[in-house]
């Protein structure tokens, strides 16, 4: 059996619940057992209920996540934003070796199209990711629609700075008869 509970206990007990100490806190401070603490702060009508602290303290958090989940969301799209700019912009290329370690570069006026399939994986991925974080709050067609009209606007703005205007529209062919 422990040692007896004494009036200074109970007193330490008192106290340190008035300043709002943890019932773990008590208990190390007065070098008792928790259960200890929990039975003197009953009979003394005290309780350890911290439902309201960490209801707000987790609301705290969760306000917290959300702030962070949006700035990632923005930086991924950014990072989405940049790679897809540079698709049409000149590429820097070099090359160090030989057997003289020489450094020769270049540029292009554009990436080669393995590069800007990597740089179309980046954006994708960053996208997904952005939206995987922080989905829009729009109908999920509307969404798509958008998506898609997007990117057609995307691939005609790049056709006309490449070949100096839209090509030209085929016409449907003259239905035929066939005798039906």
Request: aromatic residues 4%; hydrophobic residues 35%.
């Amino acid at each position: 059996m422990g040692r007896p509970i004494t009036d200074t206990d109970r007193r330490a007990v008192r106290r340190h619940h008035a300043a709002g100490m943890s019932r773990n806190d008590i208990a190390r401070k007065i070098k008792r057992s928790p259960s200890t603490v929990s039975k003197l702060a009953a009979d003394m009508g005290l309780t350890f209920d911290r439902a309201a602290e960490v209801a707000t303290a987790t609301a705290v958090r969760k306000a917290d996540l959300d702030s962070r989940r949006t700035e990632m969301a923005h930086r991924l799209q950014d990072v989405a934003e940049r790679e897809l700019g540079k698709m049409t912009e000149p590429q820097l290329y070099f090359e160090w070796g030989g057997k003289d370690h020489t450094y020769a570069e270049r540029v292009q006026p554009e990436p080669t199209p393995a590069d800007r399939r990597t740089m179309m994986a980046t954006a994708g991925a960053a996208l997904d990711r952005s939206l995987k974080l922080l989905p829009q709050k729009t109908d999920p067609g509307e969404q798509g629609r958008s998506v898609v009209g997007e990117l057609m606007a995307g691939l005609a703005r790049d056709y006309v700075a490449r070949h100096g205007g839209l090509p030209a529209a085929e016409e449907d062919p003259e239905p035929t008869d066939n005798g039906q």
